[in-house]
Structure formats: structure tokens, C-alpha cells
């Protein structure tokens, strides 16, 4: 089977899975949630695993926004994270032991940060990683992300703050967001108005992906270069 074809059928049955995984879940909620008589444990935890694999199903989709190009093992670590995570959230929920080790909630913690920071990257990289003017603010963000990440995760692993600590953590934190989202605003809605988009065959189109992938150069670079040589027009 092509490659490209079969990441995009991976692909597909990850949002399907995905999809079908949160219907039952908030149809199991809404089930717990109007049945008659006393809300009792059993719907906390029905809803409880609600909230979960929805929060899951938007990490993935996240994720899945970079699958198939330069940034994939990106988007499959974050996957497999979010995957990881949810685990062990539903067995925190359904175990019904009141002594499980504290570990287990620090993991819990530091799965949950993990997730969604590459979740973020991951809608980074994928709106805004093909545009070379937003490299800088891109880069630095991530970097910021991951910062952000990693002091987070030392408060949930037991780390006891001092108050810079923690004011470097705002600072940061708000850096984070604002390079967030400038660089998502601008790769999304900044475009250039004299660019064009032009389509091209799947099997070009998987030609480019490998292309990128083995070169690390984005597609949008790529095409630049061979529109530059078939033109032999300098672009601007």
C-alpha cells in the first residue's frame, strides 16, 4: 500500500475511533444525568469518564493536525500521551480504591500537562509551520510551552514554590498564551491576499510529504523552489 495512503487511511480511523469514543461517552452522561432517582457515585464516575474522553478527543484531534507531514512524531507522541493519559484517568475513576499510591494522581498530573502542551505545539507547528515569517514567534513559543510544562509539572510532582518561582511561572505562562495566540491568529487569518493556492494531485501531493520529510524543509518551501527553477524567475 503507498504510504501516503496509508497514513491517511491511519488517519481517518483515528477520527473515527475518536469520535465514535466520545459519542458513546456523552451519550453514557446524558443517560446518567436523566435517569430518575439519587445521583449517586456511579453517575459521578459515568460523568467523570465523560468530561475525560471528551478532553482526550480534543487533545487528539489537536494532534492529528500535523499527521502526515513534517512535524508527524509531534502529533504521534501527543497521541500516544493523550492515549496514556486517559488510561490512566479511567482507572483512577472506576477503581474505587481509596489508597491507591499518591503517585499514581502525580502521573495523572504530569500525563495531563504532557498532553496538552503537545497538543498545543502540535496546532502550532500545524497552522503556522510552513510559513517561514512566523518562525521566530513559532519557535519561541514552543520553547516557552515547553517551559511552562516542565515547572508545572515540578508543582505536581511535590515541589515546594518559592515566590519567584511562581512569578517566573505567570511570566512565562503569559508569554506562552500571547505567542500562542499571535502565531495561530496570524497563520490562520493573516494570509497573504496576493498568494494563491493551487492544488495538486494525491500522488504529487505524497511525493512533497515524503520530500519534506526526508529533507526537513516544508512543503510550501519545496514548491517555492521548483516553481523558482521551472520559472526561472527569482521570488521576491
Same mark, same amino acid.
Given at each position: +500500500? ?8 491511519? !488517519? ?13 461517552? *456523552?451519550? +453514557? ?9 439519587? /445521583?449517586?457515585?456511579?453517575?459521578? !464516575? ?9 478532553? %482526550? ?13 513534517? /512535524?508527524?512524531?509531534?502529533? @504521534?507522541?501527543?497521541?500516544?500521551? *493523550?492515549? %496514556? ?18 503517585? /499514581?494522581?502525580?502521573? /495523572?498530573?504530569?500525563? =495531563?500537562?504532557?498532553?496538552?502542551? #503537545?497538543?498545543?505545539?502540535? #496546532? ?13 514567534? +513559532? ?6 510551552? =515547553? ?37 495561530? %491568529? @496570524? ?19 505524497? !511525493? ?27 521570488? %521576491?
Amino acid at each position: +500500500m503507498d504510504t501516503g495512503a496509508a497514513r491517511t487511511d491511519v !488517519r481517518r480511523a483515528v477520527v473515527v475511533l475518536t469520535i465514535s469514543s466520545f459519542s458513546i461517552a *456523552a451519550l +453514557m452522561g446524558i443517560t446518567a444525568l436523566l435517569r430518575p432517582g439519587e /445521583f449517586g457515585e456511579t453517575g459521578v !464516575r459515568v460523568l467523570l469518564t465523560t468530561v475525560l474522553v471528551g478532553c %482526550a478527543s480534543v487533545v487528539t484531534l489537536s494532534c492529528l493536525v500535523v499527521v502526515g507531514g513534517l /512535524f508527524e512524531p509531534v502529533g @504521534v507522541v501527543g497521541f500516544l500521551a *493523550a492515549v %496514556a493519559t486517559s488510561a490512566l484517568g479511567l482507572f483512577l475513576v472506576w477503581s474505587g480504591s481509596e489508597h491507591l499510591s499518591e503517585h /499514581f494522581y502525580e502521573a /495523572f498530573g504530569v500525563g =495531563i500537562t504532557a498532553s496538552l502542551t #503537545l497538543a498545543q505545539i502540535s #496546532l502550532l507547528l500545524g497552522l503556522a509551520g510552513a510559513r517561514r515569517s512566523l518562525a521566530p514567534v +513559532m519557535r519561541t513559543t514552543v520553547v516557552l510551552a =515547553i517551559v511552562v510544562a516542565s515547572l508545572v509539572s515540578t508543582l505536581i510532582t511535590g515541589y515546594q514554590p518559592s515566590g519567584a518561582f511562581l512569578r517566573t511561572l505567570g511570566v512565562v505562562a503569559i508569554l506562552d498564551v500571547l505567542g500562542t495566540v499571535v502565531t495561530i %491568529a @496570524v497563520g490562520v487569518l493573516g494570509r497573504d491576499e496576493d498568494a494563491i493556492t493551487v492544488s495538486v494531485s494525491p500522488a504529487l501531493a505524497d !511525493r512533497l510529504r515524503e520530500e519534506s520529510r526526508q529533507t526537513g524543509r516544508p512543503v510550501g518551501d519545496l514548491v517555492d523552489d521548483a516553481l523558482e527553477r521551472y520559472l526561472e524567475l527569482p521570488l %521576491a
